[in-house]
């Protein structure tokens, strides 16, 4: 009874390189976002994500981010030319979609990008 | 404007005590949603409670509540018999829209950080 999931939890990059966060939703979800934290503050929205199409993604960075959730396995969240700017962390919630629900999103642990 | 304040950036409680956390927030819409999360310090964040806008008792889920006073545009959690597990960072989030709708980001508030003392 896997939620959902989130690898790794930790990541170290220098500057320049690239990031590539992972999060396979809870089972049965098929509606994925991301949201990243910044010290001391509460979540931002980023990018919302059904398989294969990206709904929303205006709290995106519009350059060096980008999301992707394929029809087979997880959702990627990528990270092209990290700056120190970027360190935060990051995390990634899936719900169920429909109109009997409450579509609460449930979060994984979090993947906590530090760039050096 | 800020749309979930919270305004209580720390907050202390004695272990057996309850507490109330605060939590206002401002929207035009008539449907939304409104959430509460728990952040322990190793970081994750765990869903409390929810409550819609047009439920007319307030949401219930063990030992938390929440207040939800909706003319004053407040939703506070309260957390009964508090407990050393209890110590972490509670955010308040909501959701503008209809559940099942076109709306689904989650706006944050700023989180107070919670201690008990035993």
């Known amino acids: 009874n896997a939620g959902v999931m989130q690898n790794p939890r930790h990541l170290v990059r220098r500057r320049g390189q690239e990031a590539r966060l992972r999060c396979s939703p809870m089972?049965?979800?098929?509606?994925v976002y991301w949201y990243r934290q910044l010290p001391e503050e509460g979540l931002k929205f980023m990018v919302y994500?059904?398989?294969?199409?990206?709904?929303?993604e205006s709290g995106m960075p519009k350059e060096r981010f980008s999301a992707e959730f394929p029809k087979e396995g997880p959702s990627i969240l990528r990270i092209q030319q990290v700056v120190r700017g970027d360190s935060a962390a990051y995390f990634c919630?899936?719900?169920?979609?429909?109109?009997?629900?409450?579509?609460?999103?449930?979060f994984g642990p979090g993947t906590r990008l530090t760039v050096l | 404007a800020q749309k979930i304040t919270q305004t209580q950036p720390g907050m202390f409680v004695q272990e057996k005590e309850a507490v109330t956390l605060d939590c206002t927030y401002d929207?035009?819409?008539?449907?939304?949603?409104l959430f509460w999360y728990k952040q322990p310090s190793s970081g994750e964040m765990i869903f409390l409670i929810y409550?819609?806008?047009?439920?007319?008792q307030n949401a219930t889920e063990g030992r938390y509540s929440l207040n939800f006073q909706k003319a004053r545009k407040s939703a506070n959690l309260v957390i009964s018999a508090s407990q050393l597990g209890d110590s972490a960072m509670y955010f308040c989030?909501?959701?503008?829209?209809?559940?099942?709708?076109?709306?689904?980001?989650?706006?944050f508030g700023k989180g107070t950080l919670l201690t008990v003392n035993p």
């Open positions: 929207t035009s819409d008539q449907s939304y949603g």
């Open positions: 989030a909501m959701r503008e829209g209809r559940s099942g709708g076109s709306n689904y980001k989650l706006t």
């Open positions: 089972k049965g979800h098929s509606h």
């Open positions: 919630a899936s719900s169920q979609f429909d109109l009997s629900s409450t579509d609460t999103q449930y």
């Open positions: 409550q819609g806008s047009y439920d007319e």
């Open positions: 994500l059904q398989k294969e199409n990206i709904i929303d």
